[in-house]
């Protein structure tokens, strides 16, 4: 259940930076953000 959980927020936390980072200049970075992500 905590795995679950931390998935979850991991997932969010991910979709924060990306919404973040394509209203920036550099919105090219935003694409990028997917492909680093720790847990499966």
Same mark, same amino acid.
């Given at each position: 259940?905590?795995? $679950?959980? $931390?998935?979850?927020? $991991?997932?969010?936390?991910?979709? %924060?930076?990306?919404?973040? %980072?394509?209203?920036?200049?550099?919105?090219?970075?935003?694409? %990028?953000? +997917? #492909?680093?992500? #720790?847990? +499966?």
């Amino acid at each position: 259940m905590l795995a $679950l959980f $931390l998935k979850c927020s $991991l997932d969010a936390a991910i979709i %924060l930076i990306i919404s973040i %980072l394509s209203k920036n200049k550099a919105f090219y970075i935003a694409g %990028l953000v +997917p #492909l680093f992500r #720790l847990l +499966p």
